[in-house]
């Protein structure tokens, strides 16, 4: 099995900073695509920053500039750091990996860490 475990979110000023990690554990070939995915209260869950197995990013246009992703492979890990946080950034904050075990590709999903901005 593998499991994804996520931490750093937490309540934060508008302006404000917080690095978001989220690691990977179980049986584990390797990892493709990593992303983070947010959802705020009665929207729907939508991509913020994706991380290909080739390095290559893609961010949603409203976090592009604020936002970083980045990954550590070797620590099937991967980190948000959300700078410059604006009052419609508050969400559950997901990370989704697509992880390759002998003979099977599928996504995993991380249990959610809540952002909260105060103005």
Partial sequence: QVQLVESG???VQAGGSLRLSCAASGSIFSI?????YRQAPGKERELVADSSSGGSTTYAESVKGRFTISRDNAKNTVYLQLNDLKPEDPAVYYCKMAVRRIGVRRDYWGQGTQVTVSS
């Fill in 32 to 36: 493709d695509a990593m992303g983070w």
């Fill in 9 to 11: 979110g937490g309540l």
